[in-house]
């Protein structure tokens, strides 16, 4: 439950403003992209396969421009942890051309840039770790 909506909140399904045949019945969905508690209701309810199916219905209409933006920069937080990286790349990989750009900018190149340093020491680290773990894993009897 929200605090001070009275209502209950969760993710919102899109799939019903989304689809072609509900066109003229789509609202802008500004007050739902300025609103904190109900904009992050909607930004867990973007799905990659939806944004990919519908992208430019999320870049004519300005609440879910909003909202999406609000999404990338969810995504760009998530990749601080190198091993989201390519499942997020590979998932949003489609959001790296020219008219998402034209409205996101740096928030698409933050998404899609890699600091190389940060992923050498995380795969060094990873194959230290299991490097140091196979003996003991070896000696459980569950590398046979």
Not at 26 to 48: K, M, N, T, Y
Not at 102 to 118: H, I, M, Q, S, W
Request: hydrophobic share 40%; aromatic share 12%; with cysteine.
């Amino acid at each position: 439950m929200s605090k001070g909506l009275g209502i209950a909140m969760g993710e919102v399904d899109w799939a019903y403003w989304l689809e072609d045949e509900h066109a003229e019945n789509r609202r802008p969905l500004l007050h739902a992209a300025r609103h904190q508690d109900i904009s992050s209701c909607f930004v867990e309810g973007i799905f990659d396969f939806e944004v990919k199916k519908y992208l430019d219905v999320f870049l004519s209409h300005e609440g879910a421009r909003i909202i999406l933006g609000k999404k990338i920069d969810e995504l760009v937080g998530r990749t601080e942890d190198i091993f989201n990286n390519n499942k997020i790349i590979d998932d949003w990989s489609f959001l790296a051309v020219p008219k998402v750009y034209d409205v996101y900018g740096e928030r698409v190149k933050k998404l899609f840039t890699r600091n190389a340093d940060e992923l050498l020491v995380a795969a060094l680290h990873a194959g230290t770790i299991a490097e140091l773990t196979w003996p003991a894993y070896e000696q459980s009897g569950c590398a046979s």
